[in-house]
């Protein structure tokens, strides 16, 4: 398995300001000591409950953030504090698919227009924009334009729609039309990676599979990797061949999907797990997920950051903060209960 992504100890601590004299009065701390590696041509799924730190740690990646500290690697190359600038080209390579359809799509352009802005916004030239040795400068002769209408035909066709829809706007589609079209930008420049935040919890429940297949289909047929974030399990178990659980801003377990979910260790992997209702259980009412609230990023537990809510805590975990145990291959946990396994 070769590593398209590598991040190394990052840390993302937003600063909390005082409105009056504008001095720090304190971080939320969204991200502590990931350490993650995405590999070519899977979809890594991240799931944790809401205010863990999911977006931000993919809007790190695609270094929509700077982070605090840490390290991002893209394919060996150092990206952490790359300028906006040095950034274009991983830019054409790194996409975000955003949760919200509605928001994400300029409702005053016609799909066509949606579909052209990244190759002006890029300077992308339509022949030889993947080509790593070729930043030809973008311009639109009549051989390009050419070149831009054909690529988006393609793409159009691609997601599963007609080209009708070009000459129109976004107000007229439904939600899960949308976010096909919202698809479409986000691979019309050709890359290798995207980061798809939530991409279905907007769409109604029967729309949802139609997109989560569409993106399956996609990343068979573009060969792209994809981080996939969601707070839904059974989303995540049907579209992940690996999975990264949040907690409070670090990874808790990273695992394959079968391993994880036939051979999850941390107690909050499984509390996740016994969250899900099961088709033949009868009950409508949601089962209780874990104990007590989540506590505040701003504020976090000392020792292991779930001690407050795990049912098998011990004096250790009230003290000690527990390391991220390799406890077999390509299966890692962040809980004492695995400490001598590994
Ligand atoms: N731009 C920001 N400035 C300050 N704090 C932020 C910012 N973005 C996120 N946070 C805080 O960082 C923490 C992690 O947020 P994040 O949005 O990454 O979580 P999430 O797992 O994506 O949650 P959700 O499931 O609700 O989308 C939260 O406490 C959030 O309030
Ligand atoms: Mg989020």
Known sequence: MQELIKIKELNMHYPITDGLTGNIKGYTYALNNVNLEIYENEILGLVGESGSGKSTLGNCILRLLKPTSGEIYYRGEDITSKTKKELQEYRKRAQLIFQNPYMSLNPRMKIYDILKEPFIVNKSNPVSHFAADSP????????????????????????????????????????????????????ILNPEFIAADEPVSALDVSIQAQIINLLIKLKENLNLTMLFISHDLSVIKYISDRIAVMYLGEIVELASKDELFNNHKHPYTEALLNS??????????????????????????????????????????RIEHPEFYEISPNHRVRCFLCENKS
């Open 276 to 317: 899900v209702p099961h088709p033949q259980d009868d009950t409508t009412e949601k089962k209780e997920i874990i104990k007590g609230e989540i506590p505040s990023p701003q504020n976090p537990p000392k020792g292991c950051k779930f001690h407050t809510r795990c049912p098998y805590v011990t004096d250790k975990c």
């Open 136 to 187: 030809s400068p973008y311009k639109c002769s009549i051989k390009n334009r050419e070149k831009i209408e054909e690529k988006i035909r393609e793409i159009i066709s691609l997601i599963g729609m007609k080209e009708e829809v070009l000459n129109r706007y976004p107000h007229e589609f439904s939600g899960g039309q949308r976010q096909r079209i919202a698809i479409a930008r986000a691979i």
